[in-house]
């Protein structure tokens, strides 16, 4: 079966723009978690929504926005970018029930900032 | 706070060479700690999940096993293919797939 689908796998933005990250999971997978990946802090956790809920946050400052559709896709926002999100942001799926530590990546979607 | 550890962070090995890979943790109790493997390029990969100490997981050449503070991935004659970053995460204590990851292990070996 397909996998998780993540676009755009690049962009380059400048400070003070915004952007926004797509993510479809594996069919029938209704828990979306979004992660930042950066070499200097490792993945560290964003959020997660179940069911288009925010089921939890991690500590990132309110520029950082997420939300999930009725079909489970979820798209992540960043405002006001700055040089310090350049970074992998990875989107990973999962029943979302079972808590069993599996999840499914994306390949992610690198973003620089400029 | 819940914090993960993982050493060495770089580990060359040549092929055959047979080694392993640390993660120490640190959580309000523990609900599970996950191996994932990460190539260049690509998101994280699955490998194993632990759930209690004197655990043992085995696929093909990897090994992990689980005590009441650490986890170790042991590697048994590695090839050039299992070359990746090899990350460790724990499950936050309650109900959610909010995993908390170490900065990973990245593996050379060399033929």
């Known amino acids: 079966k397909a996998g998780v689908t993540q676009t755009p796998r690049y962009l380059i933005k400048t400070r003070g723009q915004q952007v926004t990250l797509s993510c479809s999971p594996i069919?029938?997978?209704?828990?979306v978690s979004w992660y930042q990946q950066t070499p200097g802090q490792g993945l560290q956790f964003l959020f997660e929504?179940?069911?288009?809920?925010?089921?939890n946050k991690g500590n990132f400052p309110g520029r950082f926005s997420g939300r999930q559709f009725s079909n489970s896709r979820s798209e992540m926002n960043v405002s006001t970018l700055e040089l310090g999100d350049s970074a992998l942001y990875l989107c990973?799926?999962?029943?979302?029930?079972?808590?069993?530590?599996?999840?499914?990546f994306g390949e992610g979607s690198r973003l620089t900032v400029l | 706070e819940d914090q993960v550890t993982q050493s060495p962070e770089a580990l060359r090995l040549q092929e055959g060479e047979s080694s392993s890979l640390n993660c120490s943790y640190t959580?309000?109790?523990?609900?599970?700690l996950f191996w994932y493997r990460q190539d260049p390029g690509k998101g994280p990969e699955f490998l194993f999940t632990?759930?209690?100490a004197g655990e043992e997981k085995e696929k093909e050449r990897l090994k992990a096993t689980l005590t009441k503070k650490e986890s170790f991935l042991h590697i048994t004659a590695p090839k050039p293919e299992d070359s990746a970053t090899y990350l460790c995460?724990?499950?936050?204590?309650?109900?959610?797939?909010?995993?908390?990851f170490g900065t990973g292990t990245r593996l050379q070996v060399f033929p």
């Open positions: 990973a799926s999962s029943l979302g029930t079972a808590y069993t530590g599996e999840l499914f």
């Open positions: 069919s029938g997978h209704r828990s």
């Open positions: 929504y179940f069911s288009e809920t925010q089921r």
């Open positions: 959580v309000s109790g523990l609900r599970g």
């Open positions: 632990l759930y209690s």
């Open positions: 995460a724990v499950q936050a204590p309650y109900n959610t797939d909010k995993l908390i």
